[in-house]
């Protein structure tokens, strides 16, 4: 029991009707992602902000292999109804894999950061930011393809030094 909810409770809030609903194909997939909100249980979480929750239920099915999975999440946000309605938060829902995709989808993927050696101290972090600095200086640019960005510098390093205006 957390905060005083059984998970029987919070599963209440997914009983009803669907409150919104968007479908998406590509990638090889269809993704339904549905949302239901509700106040109903607010006034039992001991934190003053919370005016709503919700439970986003995602349904992929693999176009090619027919296999399905449903996956659930649940959260609490501060906006009330009238500001945060079940298509927003479903919108902000989806808009947090944009940011996902942008910069630690580029940094794992392009930087191979998971593996990088660095542990100690500061270290970390910092290479953290300048590789945010870079993704962010090449989108500038105009650059879409951040792996084939740093592949052009790579092989044409003096564009990198043009790039940066020495």
Same mark, same amino acid.
């Given at each position: 029991?957390?905060?005083?909810?059984?998970?029987?409770?919070?599963? &209440?809030?997914?009983?009803?009707?669907?409150?919104?609903?968007?479908?998406?194909?590509?990638?090889? +997939?269809?993704?339904?992602?549905?949302?239901?909100?509700?106040?109903?249980?607010? &006034?039992?979480?001991?934190?003053?902000? /919370?005016?709503?929750?919700?439970? /986003?239920?995602?349904?992929?099915?693999?176009?090619?292999?027919?296999?399905?999975?449903?996956?659930?999440?649940?959260?609490?946000?501060?906006?009330?109804?009238? +500001?945060?309605?079940?298509?927003? *938060?479903?919108?902000?829902?989806?808009?947090?894999?944009? /940011?996902?995709?942008?910069?630690?989808?580029?940094?794992?993927?392009?930087?191979?950061?998971?593996?990088?050696?660095?542990?100690?101290?500061?270290?970390?972090?910092?290479?953290?930011?300048?590789?945010?600095?870079?993704?962010?200086?090449?989108?500038?640019?105009?650059?879409? &393809? /951040?792996?084939?960005?740093?592949? &052009?510098?790579?092989?044409?390093?003096?564009?990198? *030094?043009?790039? *940066?205006?020495?």
């Amino acid at each position: 029991m957390a905060l005083g909810l059984g998970a029987g409770s919070i599963m &209440e809030v997914s009983r009803g009707a669907v409150q919104f609903q968007t479908t998406d194909k590509g990638h090889g +997939r269809q993704e339904t992602r549905s949302i239901w909100t509700s106040t109903r249980f607010v &006034e039992y979480v001991p934190l003053p902000h /919370i005016q709503q929750f919700f439970t /986003i239920r995602r349904d992929v099915l693999n176009l090619k292999t027919g296999k399905s999975t449903t996956e659930f999440a649940y959260g609490c946000t501060s906006l009330p109804p009238e +500001r945060g309605s079940p298509e927003y *938060l479903l919108s902000c829902n989806r808009g947090h894999w944009s /940011i996902e995709n942008s910069s630690h989808h580029v940094r794992d993927v392009t930087f191979d950061e998971d593996r990088s050696q660095i542990r100690a101290g500061h270290g970390p972090q910092m290479m953290a930011s300048l590789r945010n600095l870079t993704i962010g200086l090449l989108r500038l640019a105009g650059w879409q &393809e /951040i792996a084939s960005a740093t592949r &052009e510098f790579a092989a044409k390093p003096w564009y990198a *030094l043009r790039f *940066l205006g020495l």
